[in-house]
């Protein structure tokens, strides 16, 4: 447009338009090239207008596509995958075609199995039974927390491995109870260091010996003060934190240890008993001893040692079943496969096949619909099975006091005799029971309801069916008794112990309401057997009969029952009768 209404030119500069393009295809280069330089690689010949390899006429090499990755020979890529490894392979497609093997630990042999084709993993119940339980028992639990290894939950097909394992290749060495997807399972290699780790520290707390080729220890300078060392490449190093005034020149050629050399340092540092922030780190800085004494005058002496007495010493030998892979870090959640009751056990003379095991277990799981015969036996305790939940239930059948649901023409066709007269509660004899126990004393009598334990059929033994043993639970051990004869993990543990232990603040009305009436936590009354071996051991001063919680129960709601019950001791709290 224009004033005088002819058409105005417009300017037009095309002859610029190549030298912007030139301009800016070199800034565009030289980006790239400063990328690839950063990167640590040559820059891309493709791009950049240089020499191109040819594979055959016309058609660059693939290698050119690939920023130089060909001339470093692949080292770049083998490190990164070196430190990241990736599966693309199923967990357990070993396993589903029943692939396992065997090692041994001092002539101990125990079966692994494999994961993502190659990796070979060992089952932690087992490990814990044939070769670990012995260190554990007496060790104190300072010395797993020295340690950090993690176990991961079994697949189905896992778990249907290690239960043929057990039933065909060890007649039931590993335990009567089937595996389910609760097990765990910790890398081989873990094991095989546990264990070492385990011995030395047994060595050295249990047994009282030590010398100069052990893989930790102590050394004291000129008979006074006292260093730990871990031995990291056939070398002893000691912690950087116990020479502060040197700090700042030793740091120059200080080190770092971690993984196992670590462990085998904390545990110095805990029989030593040195605050723990000074090495809860997964590294600690260390200094070669060699370096250290070039820092102490000439003369001083430097000898190997082990004090007599530490922080931490060894527990009583009769402890039991305080393991159960408490010594690794498990996994967050729980197992995603739906798990089968722990309370199935395994019969003495065996299971012919895992039919018959998946009978038994179905036994044991709850029932949709109850039948008469449980529901008479709920009636006699006083119980309506309309109001109450599946968990109540579910506890019950696991106490024994309602008999699990049988399939039709399945289990009962499978299950051998004296394990139908299990299930089935022996009501002639609960009923004499609860005559006996009749007269209590009425100054003695629980205040709340409790459920009854049958009578289990009794099996020729040398050893006693019921007796009181010391458990390891949420880092306390206390006294416990078990359910089942001869069944020594399934546990029970009185109130006022439970009390006393965990809450001895709490009055025992406070505590038996919360849990019976709030939470709907089942507490039981033991049977004949139970409650002799409890008045034996005075566990009935304050209350006879005394009332009974499982310590799967006490596991699984822990955190709300610490949650209540400090919200009640906040408040003034009333008077209550002691508990001894």
Not at 189 to 204: G, Y
Not at 264 to 293: H, M, P, S, W
Not at 417 to 427: E, I, P, T
Request: charged share 25%.
């Amino acid at each position: 447009m224009s004033a005088n209404g002819s058409p105005m030119p417009v300017k037009e500069e095309r002859h610029d338009e190549a030298e912007i393009n030139d301009l800016a295809r070199k800034i565009k280069e030289a980006n790239k090239a400063k990328l690839a330089q950063t990167a640590g690689l040559p820059p891309n010949p493709m791009a950049g207008g240089g020499p191109v390899a040819m594979a055959r006429p016309g058609q660059p090499a693939i290698q050119q596509f690939f920023n130089g990755a060909a001339s470093t020979n692949g080292t770049a890529a083998a490190g990164k995958a070196g430190d990241a490894p990736q599966h693309d392979k199923p967990v357990d497609e070993e396993s589903k075609k029943g692939k396992f093997g065997w090692f041994d630990i001092e002539k101990v042999f125990l079966p692994f199995i494999f994961r993502y084709t190659t990796e070979k993993y060992t089952s932690v119940r087992m490990v814990e039974r044939r070769l670990l339980n012995r260190y554990l028992q007496v060790l104190p639990p300072e010395v797993n927390s020295c340690t950090c290894i993690r176990s991961y939950y079994i697949t189905d097909a896992e778990s249907k491995l290690l239960n043929e394992i057990n039933l065909k290749h060890t007649d039931c060495t590993f335990g009567k109870e089937a595996f389910t997807s609760k097990d765990l399972v910790v890398k081989l290699r873990d094991t095989r260091e546990f264990h070492k780790f385990l011995d030395l520290c047994h060595k050295k707390l249990v047994l009282k010996k030590s010398n100069a080729s052990d893989r930790c220890g102590f050394f004291r300078i000129n008979g006074e003060s006292v260093v730990p060392y871990t031995v990291k490449e056939g070398v002893k190093y000691v912690p950087l934190f116990y020479f502060e005034g040197e700090t700042d020149h030793l740091k120059l050629k200080s080190e770092s240890v971690e993984g196992w050399d670590l462990a085998y340092l904390k545990f110095c540092c805990k029989v030593q008993g040195i605050r723990n922030e000074l090495f809860a780190n997964d590294t600690c800085k260390v200094v070669a001893l060699d370096e250290i004494k070039g820092h102490f005058p000439a003369g001083t002496t430097f000898e190997d040692y082990w004090p007599a007495k530490g922080s931490i010493e060894p527990v009583p030998s009769s402890r039991h079943g305080v393991s159960a892979g408490n010594w690794t870090q498990k996994p967050a959640g729980q197992p995603s496969a739906k798990p089968i009751q722990s309370a199935v056990q395994m019969q003495p003379n065996g299971l012919q096949n895992l039919n018959q095991l998946s009978a038994l277990n179905a036994a044991y799981r709850l029932p949709q619909q109850l039948t008469a015969a449980q529901l008479q036996q709920l009636s006699l305790q006083g119980l309506q099975g309309s109001q109450m939940t599946g968990q109540q239930l579910q506890q019950l059948i696991r106490a024994g006091l309602v008999a699990g649901q049988q399939q039709p023409g399945q289990v009962r066709q499978q299950q051998p005799g004296a394990y139908r007269q299990q299930l089935g509660v022996d009501m002639a004899a609960l009923q004499r029971q609860q005559q006996r126990q009749a007269p209590a004393a009425a100054n003695k009598a629980f205040p709340g309801k409790l459920t009854q334990i049958k009578e289990f059929p009794m099996e020729k033994s040398n050893q006693p069916p019921y007796k009181l043993q010391k458990a390891l639970i949420d880092q306390k051990i206390v006294p416990c008794i078990n359910v089942r004869p001869y069944v020594f993990h399934d546990l029970m543990m009185t109130l006022p112990d439970f009390v006393k232990h965990f809450f001895p603040d709490l009055p025992l009305e406070k505590s038996r309401e919360m849990l019976q009436e709030i939470l709907k936590v089942v507490l039981y009354k033991g049977n004949t057997g139970h409650q002799e071996i409890l008045r034996q051991e005075g566990k009935c001063q304050l209350y006879d009969p005394v009332p009974l919680v499982l310590v799967k129960d006490i596991m699984t709601y822990m955190p709300q029952i610490k949650y209540m019950f400090s919200s009640i001791t906040s408040e003034p709290a009333n008077k209550r009768p002691r508990v001894n």
